[in-house]
């Protein structure tokens, strides 16, 4: 293949095809999942304000069945993240004699399971709910699962922070190694 009357590698433009696809879909998921966090955020906030028991404990059975819904989703992104994403940057960046990634993915990984610790006491305290349950516990219950979203929210945006400008690095290298 010729690009700008030079011969061009077929392994450079499967290598560039190849981020720019997982760099597209990281933005996509990550929009996608922004989006729910976001509506699940203000929610659980509506039902941690309500006065009226019965439907603010009505809003969180309805949030536990989206949050159940979004932990899934969340789980097939982490998996083709640790599966494709991050094996290809950690690759990338060792040929290349640059420090490792992998502490830095390391604290991704904390903030993630933090978040999903908030979450699972969103669950718990969700389950041990009762119509006669005081007001605290509803709220506590809300609360736990704002703080997951908010915790969740920006470790996305650490993760993007993260991750785009070593795709950018790793496309501008490798378009000046073929250019």
Known sequence: MMVHGK???KSESAHVTELSA?????KEEHAELMQVLDEMEQQ???AEQETDKSRAIGSLLH???WATA????LQKHSDWEERELYPFLNVYFHKHNK???VPSLWMLEKEHELAMDNMNS?????HAL???SDAMLIKRAAAYLTHSCRIMKEHLEKEQQFIFPLTDRALTDIDFLFS
């Open 130 to 132: 009762r119509p006669d």
């Open 63 to 65: 949030l536990r069945l």
């Open 7 to 9: 011969p061009q590698m």
């Open 99 to 101: 420090p490792s990634i």
């Open 44 to 46: 659980s906030v509506q």
């Open 70 to 73: 979004f932990q899934e989703e």
């Open 22 to 26: 997982l760099v597209d879909r990281l």
């Open 122 to 126: 969103f669950f718990r305290a969700v």
